[in-house]
C-alpha cells in the first residue's frame, strides 16, 4: 500500500500489552456507539452523535503512555479528566504512541477534522481550541494508513 502523505507512521495498539513505559504523547481512539451529552464546567451541554473520535494526551508521569493509557482503556473509574467522560460511556478501540512526543503536534498534524467541544481538554493549553477531535468516516490519518 502506498502512501502520498509524509509524516512517521506511528504504531497502533489494540491493548495496553506492548505500549513503551517512555513519556511522550498519545492519539486515543474512542468510539461512541449512542450519542453522549457532555458539559463541561461553565459551558453548555454538547451531544456527541455516535462516531469515532480523537482525544490527544501527553504522559509524563511514572509509567508513561503505558501507566497513561491503561487507565484511559478502564471503564471502572471516577471522572478525573474530561476524556474520562468518554472512555466511560464509549469503547477505546486503540491508540497511537508517540515516544517523546508532543500531544500540541498532534492536533496540529490533525488540523480539518472537526473539533466537537471547545476546550475539551486543553483548559490549560493555550496553543489548541481542544485536544478532543472528530474522526469523520473515511478521512485519511496523517500517522497512520488506515480509515475507519
Ligand atoms: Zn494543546
Not at 505500549?19 to 486515543?28: C, D, W
Not at 454538547?46 to 471503564?75: D, E, F, N, W
Amino acid at each position: 500500500m502506498t502512501s502520498d502523505r509524509n509524516g512517521p507512521v506511528a504504531a497502533f495498539h489494540a491493548d495496553v500489552i506492548g505500549i513503551p513505559t517512555e513519556s511522550g504523547a498519545y492519539v486515543l481512539l474512542i468510539q461512541l456507539s449512542d450519542s453522549l451529552p457532555v458539559k463541561l464546567a461553565g459551558r453548555p451541554e454538547i451531544t456527541l452523535a455516535p462516531g469515532h473520535y480523537l482525544y490527544c494526551g501527553s504522559a509524563r508521569g511514572p509509567g508513561g503512555i503505558k501507566a497513561r493509557v491503561g487507565r484511559h482503556m478502564q471503564r471502572e473509574k471516577s471522572i478525573r479528566w474530561h476524556v474520562d467522560r468518554l472512555t466511560t460511556k464509549g469503547t477505546v478501540l486503540g491508540v497511537w504512541v508517540f515516544p517523546g512526543g508532543d500531544e500540541c503536534e498532534l492536533v496540529a498534524s490533525l488540523a480539518g477534522m472537526p473539533v466537537p467541544i471547545p476546550g475539551f481538554g486543553s483548559s490549560d493549553c493555550a496553543t489548541c481550541a481542544s485536544h478532543l477531535l472528530e474522526w469523520p468516516t473515511g478521512a485519511a490519518l496523517p500517522f497512520d494508513s488506515r480509515s475507519n
